[in-house]
């Protein structure tokens, strides 16, 4: 779980988990909350608009990933492999179930 002290100037704040995700005033009180948020994106294109609980999603998941990746490495279930690349690189192949759903990562 994670938990956005504030929306500025809004007074709320977001509570997120992987299956769940709450918008609530700085009291407590729940303004909004969405059970599996991830299946809110389903027909989203380009223009569609985001609400509260979108935002909140998108922003924790990819905070929580970028977080976490490089200790995420370290587990069993993870491989890499070296890429041909100018810089050198390595593509990462994640356990099935990942948070992230990412099955390939690249890295450069």
Not at 12 to 37: C, H, M, Q, W, Y
Not at 48 to 57: L, S
Request: charged share 25%; glycine share 8%.
């Amino acid at each position: 779980m994670s938990a956005v002290t504030e929306f500025p100037g809004q007074e709320k704040r977001s509570i997120f988990e992987p299956n769940r995700v709450v918008v609530e005033k700085l009291d407590g009180t729940v303004v909004e909350a969405r059970d599996d948020p991830e299946k809110s994106f389903e027909g989203h294109v380009r223009d569609t608009p985001w609400d509260d609980i979108h935002t909140v999603f998108f922003s924790s998941e990819a905070l929580w990933t970028y977080l976490t990746t490089p200790f995420l490495c370290t587990y069993q279930g993870f491989a890499t492999e070296e890429i041909t690349s100018i810089r050198g690189g390595r593509n990462l192949e994640t356990p099935e179930g990942h948070l992230s759903g990412l099955r390939i990562v690249s890295y450069a």
